[in-house]
Each structure stands twice: as C-alpha cells, then as structure tokens.
C-alpha cells in the first residue's frame, strides 16, 4: 500500500473504522457555538445553545431549533431551507452558495445563509474522515508539519463538486495516535481568509471517536495560526449514532 493509503486507513481506523461507522446512518449532538464571526455576520447567539443531526453517507444536515421550537434547518449540497419540525418549507434556497457573491467579512448573512454555512460544516466536520471513501474525494500526502513540539503528518483532501464544504482542497494535520490534530481551510462564503481549526477532547461514542471542542483561528501567512484571532468556537456534547 502507498503512502497515500496509509495515512487515510490509519486515520479512518484510529477514528474507530470503517465497518463501525458504516453500521449507523445518522449522528446527532447539542452544540454551542461562540466566537466573534457569528456577531460579524448579524447572527449573534442564533446558534449558541441548539442541536445538530447529519446523516452519515449522503449530505444532509440540521440545526434544531433555529431562532425558535419548532424550526429548524435542512441542508443538502444545492439546497438550504427552514422548516416546521412537521416538514413545512417556510422558506428555502437552491444554488445557496451563489448568494454569497460579493461578500467580505463584514457582510452580513441572512438566516438562510446562516444555515447553509452551519449545515455544510458541521456536516464536514462531524463526517471526516470517513466521509473520504466517498465517491469523488481524492487524497494525498503532504510533508510533515511540526507544531508544538510535535511532528504531524498531512493529508490533502480534495472535495468533489457534489460536497458543499469550505473549500475544495482541505488540509488534515494526523498526530501519531491518527486523530486529527489540526484542519486548515478557506471557509469562501465567510471571505474572511484561511483558518486554522483544532479540534480536541477526544470521547468515544458508540466505537466512533468525536472531538468535543473546536477552535477556529485566522491563519499566518507562513501557515502558523493567530491565537490572537479567534473566529469560532464549538463545543458538542449529547452525541449518539443511529
């Protein structure tokens, strides 16, 4: 097996293996966010205190409730909607990436936009790293990254057309225990530049292996992280696989 493989199997099995996985089809969680970016956007608290479910081999996720009981949010790759907990469409959007045209940082989101970023992030975050034996993800191996007295390997993942994400191509920093340690990435329809995300507080849920926090960071141009720019944090708990 190339090195290629290597560290993709490694990290998919260190995360608790591909068979486990593949026995649910859905993981939910309460989630809090914070940071400065939700401000940034006009969406200050929206999401402070709420739940998140994703399904596991399609893209599909769900904030609930979103600004009041009762609604929540439906995301799939082309389409971002709020509907009733019933499944009445009280407002929705095809093609949503389009109308992040034009943004900068200060940009403010509607509440669509709101939960078309949320959705497809979250989506990408709690799917890795075995939403990459998906159809279309290709993934390569960089050199090595040392940080913090450690030595990190790197996996380049590229995303296929079909998968709302960040960007297309996503850096993963492996440590040798095969967590993730690190993900790099330009969130585009945030304009806001590459970041620099830590996830940690590894628990285990079901066999699977979920990070609990999560830090965001502006990135340095010499690809160091700004501790000084915080842009988001998330914290899960409450995780259970179906």
Do not use: C
């Not at 949010?73 to 909607?81: G, Y």
């Not at 990436?97 to 034009?102: A, K, N, P």
């Not at 380049?156 to 967590?179: N, R």
Request: hydrophobic letters at 35%; a negative charge.
């Amino acid at each position: 097996m190339n090195e290629k493989g290597n560290l993709k199997d490694l990290t998919i099995a260190a995360h608790g293996g591909l068979d486990q996985w593949n026995a649910f089809t859905s993981l939910t969680a309460h989630i809090r966010n914070g940071g400065p970016l939700w401000g940034l956007k006009g969406q200050e608290g929206v999401l402070a205190d709420a739940h998140v479910r994703v399904d596991l081999h399609s893209q599909f996720a769900s904030h609930f409730p979103i600004k009041e009981e009762g609604r929540r949010t439906a995301l799939t790759s082309q389409r971002v909607a709020i509907e009733t907990d019933a499944g009445e469409v009280l407002a929705e959007r095809d093609n949503p990436r389009d109308s992040f045209t034009g943004h900068v940082l200060k940009s403010p989101w509607d509440e669509l936009q709101l939960a078309y970023f949320a959705g497809y992030a979250m989506w990408t975050y709690l799917t890795a790293p075995f939403s990459f034996t998906m159809p279309g993800f290709t993934t390569e191996e960089l050199t090595p990254w040392e940080e913090d007295g450690q030595t990190w390997r790197r996996l380049k993942v590229t995303f296929p057309d079909s998968v709302a994400t960040h960007s297309k191509e996503q850096t993963f920093y492996i440590g040798s225990d095969g967590l993730f340690k690190r993900h790099d990435y330009n969130a585009e329809v945030v304009a806001g530049g590459p970041a620099a995300h830590y996830p940690s507080e590894y628990r285990e849920f079901d066999g699977i292996k979920v990070p609990t926090e999560r830090r965001v960071y502006a990135l340095n141009e010499d690809g160091t992280p700004n501790l000084d720019l915080l842009l988001v944090t998330i914290e899960l708990d409450k995780i259970t696989l179906e």
